[in-house]
């Protein structure tokens, strides 16, 4: 088992790369930020940009993997954010993990003044998405680099370099849908999952372990080993906050391992809102770790 931190983008930077930093000292193995331009009940508070975020964690952190959990294409094209990735995983000596969703809907799917997209039409756009960043950071190209699609288009493209990992960024897919799932057995090196929205407690476990069976049956359609796509779950997304204890935390980590998760994901103590905790649980937390791999 691998463990992931997430450290919403909301402390100012002088605060923050404290916490990136400790992430790394306390001996987890990836750390992640929301890729949002401002999100639900903390729509109104500070909210920071990810691609500096991730930068800026990247300078101060040297074996921590660092990660968008997720990116979406609700306010981003393919050839301006495959640049910031591969620029960011060349900064960080090729230890970015690229999250990717479909995007919700919303503040990010309205704000630039978007039309309201239909669940279809957000997976084709989303299929389409993932399809050139995969192109784009895969820098398989002699030269410029040209995709005519229906959502996006690209026109003789440049990319920055050689990849700082091969053949290019892993993609950690979020997907809970038949084609998303299709999408991760294709392009993914891991999938992600909060499990079904709406639901806690043993029918979210229920939920997350027909989801997995799915991910199986995928990877079979597609002629995969299921067993070589990583699988990251976040672990406070069944209506308990796993680092509200020591014994919660571990709890929900052996239900993950018990699934075939290789990952899981909590999210860094607030103060107050949601995943309020304290940070003297996080720290005992971490001494676990060890004998939780």
């Given at each position: 088992?691998?463990?992931?931190?997430?450290?919403?983008?909301?402390?100012?930077?002088?605060?923050?790369?404290?916490?990136?930093?400790?992430?790394?000292?306390?001996?987890?193995d990836h750390a992640w930020t929301y890729?949002?331009?401002?999100?639900?009940?903390?729509?109104?508070?500070?909210?920071?940009?990810?691609?500096?975020?991730?930068t800026a964690a990247a300078t101060v952190t040297?074996?921590?993997?660092?990660?968008?959990?997720?990116?979406?294409?609700?306010?981003?094209?393919?050839?301006?954010?495959?640049?910031?990735?591969?620029?960011?995983?060349?900064?960080?000596?090729?230890?970015?993990?690229?999250?990717?969703g479909s995007g919700g809907t919303g503040?990010?799917?309205?704000?630039l003044g978007q039309p309201a997209l239909s669940p279809r039409e957000r997976h084709d756009r989303f299929a389409e998405f993932v399809e050139q960043l995969d192109g784009l950071l895969r820098f398989e190209h002699d030269g410029a680099i040209s995709f005519a699609g229906?959502?996006?288009t690209t026109h003789e493209a440049r990319m920055v370099g050689a990849p700082a990992q091969l053949p290019r960024v892993p993609f950690v897919i979020a997907a809970n849908g038949p084609k998303g799932l299709d999408l991760v057995a294709r392009f993914g090196q891991g999938w992600a999952s909060t499990g079904?929205?709406?639901?806690?407690?043993?029918?979210?476990?229920?939920?997350?372990?027909?989801?997995?069976?799915?991910?199986?049956d995928a990877a079979e359609r597609a002629g995969r080993d299921a067993a070589a796509i990583?699988?990251?779950?976040?672990?406070?997304?069944?209506?308990?906050?796993?680092?509200?204890?020591?014994?919660?935390?571990?709890?929900?980590?052996?239900?993950?391992?018990?699934?075939?998760?290789?990952?899981?994901?909590?999210?860094?103590?607030r103060h107050d809102g949601i995943y309020a905790g304290s940070e003297d649980v996080l720290e005992e937390v971490a001494t676990r770790l060890p004998a939780l791999r």
């Open positions: 088992m691998r463990f992931g931190i997430t450290i919403l983008p909301q402390q100012p930077w002088a605060q923050s790369k404290h916490q990136w930093a400790r992430a790394e000292e306390l001996g987890f890729d949002h331009l401002s999100w639900r009940s903390l729509a109104d508070e500070p909210w920071g940009a990810t691609i500096p975020t991730l040297s074996r921590i993997r660092l990660g968008t959990f997720v990116s979406s294409p609700n306010f981003r094209h393919p050839v301006t954010f495959a640049k910031d990735v591969a620029t960011v995983d060349d900064i960080s000596g090729g230890r970015f993990l690229l999250g990717i503040f990010d799917a309205s704000v229906e959502w996006f079904r929205d709406g639901v806690t407690g043993e029918e979210w476990w229920q939920s997350v372990a027909t989801l997995a069976g799915r991910l199986d990583d699988r990251y779950l976040s672990i406070d997304s069944g209506g308990t906050f796993a680092l509200s204890s020591v014994g919660a935390f571990e709890d929900l980590v052996g239900g993950a391992a018990g699934l075939g998760f290789t990952d899981v994901i909590a999210h860094w103590p």
